[in-house]
């Protein structure tokens, strides 16, 4: 505030509480000049943020202390509400970078303070903080690519929702489509060398009879053998590569 701001104030105060003013012209003199200081960094008003109901008013802030306490006002009864007010204003405002050069720390340092202070006074509105944009990766992008290929090779003939419920009673299905949405190598992508198994179905072990070392047949297994697991390795890093290409 301004000294003719500080005199306004001052008057204010002495009409909401006349038994305290001052009663000769050296004393008022006195007083202005010590509040002059100690107030200069204070606004005697401030919009904030929010709306008008949340805004700075100095003169408002010194008939609230007049009304709820029985104590003589000071000049800390107004610099310390100011203060809490401007570190909430500031605390919503983002430091831009200041259009100066970033080596003249001088400068840099001076057009922060400037840009905070005109926060603070409601003259800016705080800046946003803003997300860090990059761009898009060409591995998330392939992988993103081999996910969409692997399920639609699956096929899709039922909604979502409904797959999802069936997916208690499919583990198999299910266990192929999370490997493919988390871009993971999938066993059955690829033929089993061991057990002659196509592709699509799952490996299978024989059956033996208990009189005879002859097998009798065959039954799929829950696991897949571990060669068409390397080799679906190799294949899956294959594609990955060339879909990034």
Excluded: F
Excluded at 86 to 107: K, L, T
């Amino acid at each position: 505030m301004e000294r003719p701001e500080i005199a306004a104030l001052l008057a204010w105060i002495d009409k909401l509480a006349p038994e305290r003013a001052v009663q000769s012209k050296a004393a008022a003199g006195e007083r202005l000049n010590q509040w002059s200081v100690l107030l200069a960094h204070v606004p005697a008003t401030a919009r904030h943020p929010d709306g008008p109901d949340r805004s700075w008013d100095a003169a408002q802030v010194a008939a609230r202390h007049i009304a709820t306490s029985p104590y003589p006002i000071k000049p800390s009864d107004i610099g310390g509400p100011w203060e809490t007010y401007r570190a909430d204003v500031i605390g919503r405002h983002h430091d831009p970078a200041p259009a100066v050069d970033p080596d003249n720390e001088a400068a840099y340092r001076a057009a922060l303070r400037t840009t905070r202070q005109a926060v603070a006074v409601g003259a800016l509105a705080p800046a946003p903080q803003l997300a860090i944009e990059g761009r898009p990766s060409p591995v998330r992008a392939a992988r993103d690519a081999e996910a969409a290929r692997r399920l639609a090779a699956l096929g899709d003939y039922v909604p979502r929702t409904v797959r999802a419920a069936l997916a208690t009673y499919r583990p198999d299905r299910a266990e192929r489509e999370r490997l493919a949405v988390a871009g993971l190598p999938d066993p059955l992508d690829v033929p089993c060398t061991w057990c002659q198994a196509s592709a699509g179905q799952p490996c299978r072990s024989r059956r033996i009879s208990p009189r005879r070392n002859d097998p009798i047949g065959t039954r799929p297994m829950s696991q897949p053998h571990p060669c068409r697991v390397d080799d679906a390795v190799v294949a899956h890093a294959r594609r990955v590569k060339e879909t990034a290409a």
